[in-house]
């Protein structure tokens, strides 16, 4: 079964650190561009970020650059996201997410987001 | 507020034909394509609608979606008490090399 598993979420206070995990099975993990996406409580989904495939290429929101940093482990089949400096606001679920890109020469278009976690909840609290 | 503009609400009664806009800019909708995600509440997101108008397998041909210029929009023909839930659009954003979401829409079926 194709299954994305979030886990490290909980309570930090302002200025804390955490690290977020995202455990993949099912698919070939080292074909997909991964992303973070998180979702505020009541409110809509915000991109966080993605990290292609061999890691070449990643990119983050400006709401948390310079704070987080995405990075994968192929190997382990896991991605995950580490989160410095929080602020209240960072508070919501965080989500992985497969992306898959159909490749033609040297240019690729995303598939998009096929594949979701259940999610993990972050709070940012003192 | 979202960089994709979508309306906060829409509604329908069974058997009627929504759309739910999403409005861009020449960055994003404008040279890029289109993504439409469904949600319901408590769960994760679900792709509903990839590459401007194509469908994943297992969803119903009753959801199309086009895009004309910097604005897209998604049809929920036929519609049904299991498709009320929270839309949302996406798009890569060229300018801010990121990928932006509209507000999202809460779709009630009446």
């Known amino acids: 079964e194709v299954q994305l598993v979030e886990s490290g979420g909980g309570l930090v206070k302002p200025g804390g650190s955490l690290r977020l995990s995202c455990a993949a099975s099912?698919?070939?993990?080292?074909?997909?561009?991964m992303n973070w996406v998180r979702q505020a409580p009541g409110k809509g989904l915000e991109w966080v970020s993605s990290?292609?495939?061999?890691?070449?290429?990643?990119f983050y929101a400006d709401s948390v650059k310079g704070r987080f940093t995405i990075s994968r482990d192929n190997a382990e089949t896991s991605l995950f996201l580490q989160m410095n400096s929080l602020r209240a606001e960072d508070t919501a679920v965080y989500y992985c997410?497969?992306?898959?890109?159909?490749?033609?020469?040297?240019?690729?278009?995303?598939?998009?987001?096929?594949?979701w976690g259940q999610g993990t909840m972050v709070t940012v609290s003192s | 507020q979202s960089v994709l503009t979508q309306p906060p609400s829409a509604s329908g009664t069974p058997g009627q034909r929504v759309t739910i806009s999403c409005s861009g800019s020449?960055?994003?909708?404008?040279?890029?394509?289109v993504y439409w995600y469904q949600q319901f509440p408590g769960t994760a997101p679900k792709l509903l609608i990839y590459?401007?108008?194509q469908r994943p397998s297992g969803v119903p041909d009753r959801f199309s979606a086009s895009n004309s210029g910097t604005s897209a929009s998604l049809a929920i023909s036929g519609l049904r008490s299991e498709d009320e839930a929270d839309y949302y659009c996406?798009?890569?954003?060229?300018?801010?090399?990121?990928?932006?979401f509209g507000g999202g829409t809460k779709l009630t079926v009446l």
């Open positions: 997410a497969r992306e898959g890109l159909q490749c033609s020469g040297d240019t690729c278009y995303s598939n998009g987001f096929d594949i």
């Open positions: 099912g698919f070939t993990f080292n074909f997909y561009t």
């Open positions: 990290i292609t495939s061999s890691s070449t290429y990643i």
């Open positions: 020449s960055s994003n909708i404008g040279s890029n394509y």
């Open positions: 590459r401007n108008d």
């Open positions: 996406a798009a890569w954003d060229d300018s801010l090399r990121n990928w932006v």
